[in-house]
């Protein structure tokens, strides 16, 4: 397995986004949707705190977490990386969009850069996603990306894996 930290920060591109290192400038866009162990930013401070756990487990070879650009408008629209496990040749995949930037494609194609670089670049076997049945964007996606629905938790989380 190739895993992070890289000598230099992997950067994902397609014609709709591009996947970056996140930057201390991205932190007033991303407040609304910076979350740490599933637990959101309360304000900017706590937000720039939970990006440096963020920055700290990419060192840690643990993560790696990529801003999502809009190649139309060149904003941060959300993020998208890896965030636990690399156990066994497995990863999970979380990623958050805002709000103004949903039913773009957005997301879409930050999955396929990133699911891509986990297959080929990580050597990753297995890739994992986690949701709540609520999520109904969210399982659309996953299942479109050949996702396919395997665990339902007791808390109504359901679990995708992607292999």
Known sequence: MNLPPYPSFPVLSSGVVTLRQVLPADSNSLFEISFYDARPAQNLTEAAEMQEKINADYQRGTSIHWAIVS???????????????????TGELGCVLKP????QGLMREAMKLAIKFGLTEMQLTEILAVTTKQNVP??????KLGFRKTVYLPDGELVYRYS
């Open 71 to 89: 190649a139309a408008t060149a904003e941060v629209a959300g993020t998208v990386g890896y965030y636990r496990g690399f156990e066994n040749g």
């Open 100 to 103: 103004a930037f949903r039913g």
């Open 138 to 143: 969210a399982n659309n996606l996953l299942e």
